[in-house]
Nanobody, 119 residues
Framework: QVQLVESGGGLVQAGDSLRLSCAAS????????MAWFRQAPGKEREFVAT????????YYADSVKGRFTISRDNAKNTMYLQMNSLKPEDTALYYC????????????WGQGTQVTVSS
């Protein structure tokens, strides 16, 4: 089993920055790709960014490309999402997710951390 705990959310103004963290515990040696997703009120959960185990490959949703940066520190079992130039439309509950090596689905999810961007 893998446990994921997000932190770093908050209330900020448009144009501000935030850094989210996702701490993993449990069978962390089995974790491969990790990702961030978000869900705004009344909307479905959407993909934000993903990163492979080594950090050498990342991929972003068009809506955040150039503003958000995903990274991970495997020694600390932690993944990050640096969010710059935040916009009100970035307001959402942000979740981290992990999938094990050889798996195609994200089997493990955190509880989410709220990000609210005021205009």
């Amino acid at each position: 089993q893998v446990q994921l705990v997000e932190s770093g959310g908050g209330l900020v103004q448009a144009g501000d920055s935030l850094r989210l963290s996702c701490a993993a515990s449990g069978r962390t040696v089995s974790i491969g790709t990790m990702a961030w997703f978000r869900q705004a009120p009344g909307k479905e959960r959407e993909f934000v960014a993903t990163i492979n185990w080594s950090g050498s490959s990342t991929y972003y949703a068009d809506s955040v490309k150039g503003r958000f940066t995903i990274s991970r520190d495997n020694a600390k079992n932690t993944m990050y999402l640096q969010m710059n130039s935040l916009k009100p439309e970035d307001t959402a509950l942000y979740y981290c997710a992990a999938r094990l090596y050889g798996k195609s689905e994200y089997d493990y999810w955190g509880q989410g951390t709220q990000v609210t961007v005021s205009s």
